[in-house]
């Protein structure tokens, strides 16, 4: 033992070397580092994922109770839930400012005649690139960044969409991710290049497909680029109060921009306009 003092059999604990007492492996636990993530998180507690099943089943779980609401799995669009939650600028800026974040979690039921594909390609999407993230990130980190990312695609709506178009779809957050590995990729030093090429052919397909919000996809890449960086690139020191002090500031800037864009819109919208994808 490494204090050579008398200890039972029942207080040893087998060591590489010998054993040691109760008291030097308490010790010696306390002088090892644990191991973090490139986010900052404990690698331990981030293999398990957590956050990317919970917020599938969410998203799931809403439009079932969206289809059972319209009695029909591809015009869910008529439901209560949908009609309440979507992303129309200018009944957020008359108060009801829910719609910004429960517009990322609906879906339209179907789009071109493929069903509900919106939600199939969105899911598998947050899967795909969510997995890797959140074992990156932790699970905190990781649903700050998601989150962000969604209210980054509401506010670019916000900001220069229709008044009166209605937007829905968690495309915004999913687009967040995109940017959000990108960063953890060129942090880590990888190998960009598959992460850019998949950002740029969702982006060209944003840009060449009808009825898709590209300002709900850019402003969920962006908001989820810059969380992530605040995340990955915070100094060591002080990691956690950059880190929190970042995700509020962007929080902050976002939600100042869209109050501005709200005050200024015209607020007597009466319809719903043309529903767009995002």
Not at 13 to 21: F, I, L, M, W
Not at 78 to 84: G, H, M, P, R
């Amino acid at each position: 033992m490494r204090c050579d003092r008398p200890a039972c059999p029942d207080c040893l604990r087998e060591a590489s070397v010998g054993y040691q007492c109760v008291d030097c492996v308490s010790e010696g636990s306390r002088t090892v580092r644990t191991p973090r993530t490139i986010g900052g998180a404990r690698a331990t507690r981030a293999r398990t994922l957590v956050m990317v099943p919970v917020l599938i089943v969410v998203n799931v779980a809403a439009f079932a109770v969206t289809a059972i609401q319209a009695g029909s799995i591809v015009d869910n669009s008529a439901s209560t839930l949908f009609q309440d939650g979507t992303l129309v600028p200018a009944w957020v800026s008359a108060g009801e400012w829910w719609r910004l974040v429960t517009s990322g979690f609906l879906h339209f039921g179907n789009y071109g005649g493929y069903g509900p594909v919106h939600l199939l390609f969105n899911m598998f999407a947050l899967w795909v690139i969510g997995r890797d993230l959140e074992v990156a990130l932790g699970r905190t980190r990781f649903l700050a960044v998601y989150l962000l990312s969604l209210l980054g695609g509401s506010t670019a709506v916000m900001l220069f969409g229709d008044a009166g178009g209605g937007v829905a779809g968690a495309s915004g957050a999913v687009y967040g991710l995109f940017g959000g590995i990108a960063v953890v990729v060129f942090k880590a030093k990888l190998n960009p290049s598959p992460v850019l090429a998949l950002i740029a052919i969702n982006i060209f397909l944003s840009v060449t497909l009808p009825g898709i919000s590209l300002l709900g996809h850019v402003g969920g890449l962006v908001a989820g680029a810059l969380a992530t960086a605040a995340l990955v690139y915070a100094p060591q020191a002080r990691r956690d109060q950059v880190q929190i002090g970042a995700c509020v500031g962007l929080l902050v800037l976002m939600v100042v921009a869209i109050a501005v864009r709200g005050a200024v819109l015209d607020c007597t919208a009466d319809s719903l306009g043309v529903y767009c994808l995002t």
